[in-house]
């Protein structure tokens, strides 16, 4: 962004703190102001639909949420949505879609108790980005491929993040709760659904 542009509002629709705090680290550099989606105040409730990929699922919420920001006559305000999911190959890539409820339901050490014993561990995180930009929608798509650890590791991150290791992490071995913000960035799923999103920004 030139100096002196003025900067743009970006709307998050997400209720976790940890990817509103990844997408301003990433997009706050390029000109916009990030602030989570509100109506009212609060998280607005969005239904998360039954879909088998995550394209649908982004295109969903983003949908429930324009007609929320058209209903709050905000209908040309920039909105991001993001769906991710960790999937497992020794799991038939379980829990893909659903990686978020399965995650509250049995949390970490469920997955690892699924994967005790069995020396396939590998897995990729995939993301999609879906942005309005207050004229026409943007979809980005990104995957990491790495392994799962034996036991979580690491205080940063939210979600999976203790278990993934990526390839990029190489010998240093971090899982992504290990890493600081840059080194996450260089090899996150997310990031790279973001920045083909910045590509049709232009």
Known sequence: MEKGAERRQLLFQTGNPGKLAEARHY???LGFTVEQFLINGEPPVIIEPQADDLVTV???????????LAGAGRADSA?????AGLFIDELGGFPGVYSASI?????LDGILAL????EQRTAQFGCCAAMWDGERMLIGEGTCTGVIVTEARGEHGFGYDPLFIPDEAGADGLTYAQMS???KEQASH??????QLVLQIG
């Open 58 to 68: 982004a295109r969903s919420k983003i949908s429930q949420g324009l007609a929320l």
């Open 103 to 107: 995650l509250g339901q049995i949390g």
């Open 115 to 118: 994967l005790e014993g069995r």
């Open 190 to 195: 997310r990031t790279r659904a973001y920045e």
């Open 79 to 83: 909105l991001l949505v993001e769906d």
């Open 27 to 29: 997009f706050e550099p």
């Open 181 to 183: 913000p840059a080194q």
